[in-house]
């Protein structure tokens, strides 16, 4: 909820249980980058490279100024919007965090997980040594 609002935000519609399942219900989008990287042959122009990259970057930013970390950013979580082909939204929360205090703005204390979280293909080198993100 915290995140709702935001531009490339998928808006949540409901979330609950149902008997042994969870369910989330948002809106409905369009191929991940992951698909259209595909379907470019592995290849994207210089400008369709910039503008991703653009709207990619303002949408780490904008989680960030709610204090989350996201920790499993990757091609397939970032899919194009149906209504509006132009907007590329961030999904896939499962792993996200606070990474900060909402008050004081304070960082959380780092060190060893014991863990690595998130796609190992896209960890950094400090996840990969099972730093905390």
Known sequence: MALQGGVGIPKLHWCGSQGN??????????????DLFNYCKRKFTLLTTLMVVDQML???????????????????????????????????YGLSQKYRSSQSKK???SGKTGKIVG???????????????
């Open 21 to 34: 399942y969870n369910i989330l219900i948002m809106d409905l989008l369009g191929h991940s980058l992951e």
């Open 58 to 92: 303002s949408r780490l930013e904008f989680i960030h100024s709610r204090n989350f970390i996201h920790r499993d950013v990757k091609p397939d979580n970032f899919l194009i919007g149906k209504k509006d082909p132009n907007i590329i939204y961030l999904i896939d």
């Open 107 to 109: 960082h959380i204390s």
């Open 119 to 133: 796609s190992i293909k896209f960890c950094s080198a400090n996840v990969i040594n099972q730093l905390e993100q």
